[in-house]
């Protein structure tokens, strides 16, 4: 996700930071290698070129040219105003009852996809939505929804075969969704065309008008490039849109359709697809994006993943059992499990400050493929190898790897390294038990009364109460 820019950002920053003095030249210097880098990333010409200018004029005004750090300052504009132009207005979908949203773009751009990841983002949140198909254009999209709902168990709206009528289909469709019980958000999959066309735009109007709907989302892909700037102000113009959903965030490496769209039609990006998986679409929080394109991370959205991914009762057992140096392999495929949910390594790597070159430079799914490689071994274990580790002697090893197609090599290495975790755990319990006899204190300090274990300082927890 706006690989390409960041790197480049990144770059032209971390030499303006070591200017001492900060001048209109060097200014000059970095916004024109910035205005190269946006060009290059897709954003439109005339978004690139009024962005540095706002940029320009703040970055050479006497708060900054006095500052302590100049540098600082400028990258701290610039953070600022690319938060903006991501859409600092960003704002919650509007479900005021009858909560209904449709779902409007290009072939291609993910309507149907989104539609259904929106469906369980709502869901997860403690909602009831509805899909309803409205895409009487292509009939496999209609079996596409149906299946996606199945997945994530949430009732379907259905046309009858044939028809036509597209407001007929809406009105159908809201009366169906009224006599849903519970049902709080109806979500409308619409047709879409490979190029912009009049007579999708007057049908897409026709119902925009019946349902009256609080929000219309445009779904975009963020690979669009130059042409996402006339497919935005078309569909704007036409219907009036709310919101952006950009789709295929993760494959795209320049980016520059997200910063077009939000511009031409000061419509909020709020949602972005960043995964072929359904649990793979967010919020879009414009500040986090910011900060992850300057390479400042996104720690609080790091935290988030993990809260959503994490089971608190399996990893508060999980712990117990580390503590304990108790842990077999059955436990190193739970862990497994836990860590694959928050995505994939050089995602999460992105989210870290300072990081996310080191993220690019990783191999594609090179985390994902040792871990699977991980998973296959453990698998081929009995249950008894599983949980008594100890056990898998030279035959069985060789049996191993015969089962999880990998070398006698590959399986040793798993062995060691796991070995190698469990003996760093229990030198990590010995170490708690040693400071909880000497009352918690710090750097082996002998605690008030003298010896180790003297009163003064309650044995319990060591380490001042904390838990390893």
């Not at 979908?93 to 539609?115: E, H, Q, W, Y």
């Not at 079996?143 to 036509?164: C, E, H, K, T, Y």
């Not at 019946?210 to 929000?215: I, N, S």
Request: net charge positive.
């Amino acid at each position: 996700m706006f690989s390409q820019l960041g790197d480049k950002l990144q770059d032209i920053f971390k030499d303006l930071r070591g200017q001492g003095q900060i001048s209109e030249t060097n200014v000059s210097d970095a916004m024109r290698q910035v205005r190269l880098a946006l060009l290059e990333a897709d954003v439109h010409f005339q978004v690139a070129k009024d962005f540095i200018a706002r940029i320009k004029e703040k970055a050479l005004g006497a708060d900054v040219l006095r500052s302590v750090t100049p540098g600082q300052q400028i990258v701290k504009i610039f953070h600022d105003e690319l938060t903006a132009l991501l859409g600092g207005d960003s704002a919650p979908l509007d479900l005021a009852p009858p909560a209904r949203v449709m779902m409007v773009g290009l072939n291609g751009a993910g309507k149907t996809t989104s539609s259904a990841k929106l469906a369980l983002l709502l869901k997860k949140q403690g909602r009831h939505p509805v899909l309803i198909a409205c895409d009487l254009q292509r009939p496999a999209a209609i079996d596409q929804l149906a299946s996606l709902a199945a997945q994530i168990d949430v009732p379907i709206f259905r046309p009858q075969p044939g028809a036509n009528d597209l407001v007929k289909v809406g009105r159908e469709a809201a009366a169906w969704a009224a006599a849903q019980t519970g049902a709080d958000v109806q979500i409308y999959d619409t047709a879409g065309r490979q190029e912009i066309d009049e007579p999708l735009v007057q049908e897409l109007r026709r119902l925009r008008d019946f349902l009256q709907p609080q929000e219309i989302l445009l779904v975009a892909d963020a690979a669009t490039g130059q042409q996402a700037v006339s497919v935005a102000t078309h569909f704007n113009d036409a219907l009036g849109i709310t919101g952006l959903v950009l789709t295929k965030l993760d494959g795209d490496a320049r980016g520059g359709a997200a910063l077009s769209m939000r511009e031409v039609t000061h419509r909020p990006i709020k949602f972005a697809g960043v995964g072929e998986k359904l649990e793979q679409f967010e919020t879009f929080v414009p500040d986090r994006l910011a900060g992850r394109i300057l390479g400042m991370g996104d720690i609080i959205g790091l935290v988030e993943k993990a809260a959503a991914a994490i089971d608190e009762d399996e990893a508060r057992r999980m712990e117990e059992k580390l503590r304990k140096a108790d842990f077999n392999f059955e436990d190193f495929l739970a862990q497994m499990k836990m860590v694959r949910k928050l995505g994939p390594l050089e995602n999460l790597l992105g989210m870290l400050p300072g990081m996310g070159k080191l993220a690019q430079e990783l191999p594609s799914g090179a985390g994902q493929k040792e871990m699977q490689r991980a998973e296959a071994i453990v698998l081929s274990m009995t249950p008894e190898e599983r949980r008594k580790p100890d056990i898998l002697n030279a035959k069985r090893r060789q049996r191993i790897a015969r089962g999880s197609g990998v070398t006698v090599t590959d399986v040793n290495q798993l062995l060691q390294q796991f070995g190698q975790m469990r003996k760093m755990m229990k030198n990590m319990g010995r170490m708690k038990k040693m400071m909880s006899r000497m009352g918690g204190a710090p750097g082996g300090a002998l605690p008030p009364g003298g010896a180790p274990g003297g009163g003064g300082v309650p044995r319990r927890g060591g380490l001042g109460g904390r838990r390893f």
